[in-house]
């Protein structure tokens, strides 16, 4: 009876969930897919909003703004320091992605993704997130001693 339950649930279940789209093959991804999948989540945002996303170098990424009279037009984060974070808005439902440096209380921020599915805004912080641990191993490579 168990197994006939479970079966049930499991093809009930089927295509509910986290969205195929967002799910990955298993093995790691490289920063410039990283890097590709914040550029492709970064023209759907509001225009106003729209930007790019570049790997610098291992370590800082710039964001540019797609608008040419944004004030601020590009601006790099330095991804040891990155601050990535999210806030839903109760009333209108979007939930936003702000970018910002921990290097000091002043130090600005920048909401850089809108979307009204959390799950999105989630995985584009997640991405952010994944370049910060790429970054750190790839100096730990680079430390005297490291086998690897």
């Known amino acids: ?25 298993g093995k790691r991804m490289t920063a410039a897919e990283h890097i590709a999948s914040l550029n492709a989540f970064a023209q759907a945002v509001p225009r106003e909003m729209r930007h790019k996303v570049a790997l610098k170098d291992s370590c ?21 320091s990155l601050d990535a974070s999210s806030r839903t808005d109760r009333e ?25 599915r959390w ?6 912080r997640s991405h952010l997130r994944q370049l910060m641990r ?4 790839s100096l730990r490579k680079d430390e005297p001693g490291h086998a690897g």
């Open 92 to 116: 209108t439902g979007l939930t936003f992605v702000a970018i910002g440096s921990l290097d000091g209380p002043d130090a600005p921020h920048h909401e850089v993704y809108q979307t009204d």
């Open 1 to 25: 009876m168990f197994l006939i339950a479970a079966a049930l649930a499991a093809a009930m279940y089927q295509g509910k969930g986290y969205p195929e789209e967002d799910s990955t093959d």
């Open 119 to 124: 799950h999105e805004a989630i995985s584009y």
């Open 60 to 80: 800082t990424i710039e964001f540019t703004s797609m608008r040419r009279s944004a004030e601020g037009h590009a601006f790099d984060v330095p991804l040891l």
């Open 134 to 137: 790429l970054c750190a191993e």
